[in-house]
């Protein structure tokens, strides 16, 4: 069978696709134009839920601002009054100052803190370390306030155990410091000469140890010295020189002691002179004789 064309009076109807190439809905239209016809304005009704609303919120915004208001004049005008009772109030002044330990006279006569000064711009740390610089024979310095308005002030001196060749005093650590306003010593401090200060903590640490073992050969002593081999020189209060070579520690009290026997075993005539060769062994220079 031949198909059928336009020519012969039939016509094939081809339905329209949609872009997605499906058939339309069985009950597709197509949109209607919009017209541009006139809208009426519609009439505001008045809400009395809503207005009242509106009038509680300004409400709570002008208390807000009122009380804040009233808050900073108050605020202004007691801050005046505080920072008047911090300026003029016998309350936060000084009362006295109180010295205790050991506190030389300069520095009591000179200390930056008097009776009326305010209690709340002392800065004590400060005061501390500048009298620990002003005053180096000073071991330790403290200022601190009390609740009874007071200022307590204490110090302690350093304690001298021997001497430079400057005439300045050495404490067990090997800080010097002047003797300015020290008390008579009770006893004549040995004098230490080192040329460094390692040196020095060595003899100072001999010292001790001979004041504890031996005390009677510690007081006899009147200076220490050692050379560029580091031997160590001792010189009594009596004439004796003593060459004592290295200074070991373990031998310290045994050669101090030898001395002492030999002390009472010979007699002598200052300048004397001793000379360790060992710990055992001492040779002695013709100013000594055999009892």
């Not at 058939?23 to 009439?43: D, I, L, M």
């Not at 008047?84 to 100052?97: A, D, G, M, N, T």
């Not at 300069?106 to 610089?133: W, Y």
């Not at 009390?146 to 005439?167: E, N």
Request: aromatic share 10%; net charge positive.
């Amino acid at each position: 069978m031949r198909p059928l064309t336009q020519s012969q009076g039939c016509s094939l109807k081809v339905k329209p696709r949609s872009l997605f190439g499906s058939h339309r809905p069985r009950h597709f239209r197509e949109p209607k134009a919009r017209s541009h016809s006139y809208k009426r304005k519609q009439r505001v009704r008045f809400r009395p839920r809503y207005a009242s609303s509106v009038v509680r919120e300004w409400s709570k915004t002008f208390v807000t601002l009122g009380i804040t208001i009233l808050l900073l004049v108050g605020g202004w005008g007691g801050g005046k009054r505080i920072a008047e009772f911090w300026r003029i109030s016998p309350l936060l002044k000084v009362q006295r100052v109180d010295f205790k330990g050991d506190i030389p006279l300069d520095l009591q006569s000179h200390f930056p803190i008097r009776a009326g000064d305010h209690l709340f711009t002392i800065k004590p740390r400060l005061i501390e370390n500048e009298m620990l610089v002003q005053y180096p024979e000073l071991e330790s310095f403290s200022v601190y306030r009390i609740p009874t308005r007071q200022i307590k002030v204490s110090g302690k001196y350093r304690t001298p155990v021997a001497l430079t060749p400057d005439g300045l005093a050495l404490d067990q650590h090997g800080q010097n410091f002047p003797l300015r306003y020290f008390p008579p010593l009770p006893e004549a401090l040995p004098t230490v000469h080192a040329s460094s200060g390692e040196e020095r903590k060595d003899l100072l640490n001999y010292l001790s140890l001979w004041k504890n073992k031996t005390p009677h050969f510690y007081a006899l002593i009147k200076k220490l010295e050692t050379d560029r081999m580091r031997e160590l020189i001792v010189e009594l209060s009596d004439g004796i020189t003593i060459d004592w070579g290295p200074g070991i520690e373990s031998e310290l009290n045994i050669r101090a002691e030898k001395v002492l026997r030999v002390r009472e075993m010979f007699k002598y005539t200052a300048p004397a002179k001793l000379t360790f060769i060992t710990s055992d062994r001492i040779v002695m220079d013709k100013n000594w004789k055999k009892e």
